[in-house]
């Protein structure tokens, strides 16, 4: 049959403010997490992680909080510029990460107005 | 450090043929996996390579196989090509160790089957 395109949410932030890009992952077991950036003909660029035993983690104009109560990753991007529009993927892994084996989300695409 | 290099960058195949995509990973790092990207699916794991022994397999048919040589470099290959093997082939290569280890993607190897 045909394939039908992943509709991804789309968040839409002017320049200079923050963003927050939220992520519902699935396994509870899951203790490995990482959030990718993914721009048009390219493949995903490494931005942050985090193990379970964390809540908060800190970038480079990034933060990744974790919730493990909920099962529930955020992204949040300070001071947003035109160069992070691109499409945004969290991955988890359930296997003490010690595996290439992730299971990705489905992406939000971040939209920043100048 | 050189990232991870993928080759061909573009490949047009016909259905029924056969194909063989290239990975050099970063240097130093041992562990090599490859993912399917479509719209329809998103990214997909297909398996994982670490020191030349196949460490983890995804759901895909075995149509879809790979091999990892002695200097890491991976190399993966679909036989019977199928119109739905169109997608976007990505190599990740990390040092495959304990605790956590974030994939280093490439940029992929967009394969057409006509």
């Known amino acids: 049959g045909e394939s039908v395109g992943l509709h991804l949410p789309t968040l839409s932030v002017q320049e200079g403010d923050n963003s927050i890009i939220n992520c519902a992952y699935s396994n509870s077991a899951s203790d490995y997490f990482i959030w990718y950036k993914q721009e048009s003909g390219k493949g995903p660029q490494f931005i942050i992680d985090i193990r379970s035993n964390m809540d908060k983690r800190q970038g480079q104009r990034v933060t990744v909080l974790l919730n493990k109560t909920v099962k529930h990753l955020s992204l949040q991007i300070a001071a947003t510029q035109p160069g992070d529009s691109a499409v945004y993927f969290c991955?988890?892994?359930?296997?003490?990460?010690?595996?290439?084996?992730?299971?990705f989300g489905q992406g939000t695409t971040l939209q920043v107005k100048p | 450090k050189a990232g991870v290099t993928q080759t061909p960058r573009y490949l047009i195949k016909t259905r029924g043929q056969q194909v063989t995509l290239s990975c050099s990973p970063i240097?130093?790092?041992?562990?090599v996996s490859w993912y399917q990207q479509t719209p329809g699916q998103g990214l997909q794991f297909l398996f994982e390579?670490?020191?030349?022994?196949?460490?983890n397999k995804g759901n895909f048919p075995g149509r879809f196989s790979g091999r990892q040589f002695s200097n890491s470099r991976s190399e993966m290959n679909v036989s019977t090509l199928e119109l739905g093997d169109s997608a976007l082939y990505l190599c990740a290569s990390s040092t495959g160790g304990q605790g956590g280890s974030p994939l280093h993607f490439g940029n992929g190897t967009r394969l057409t089957v006509t």
């Open positions: 390579y670490f020191s030349e022994t196949q460490r």
């Open positions: 240097s130093g790092h041992r562990s």
């Open positions: 991955a988890e892994t359930p296997w003490a990460g010690n595996t290439g084996k992730l299971i």
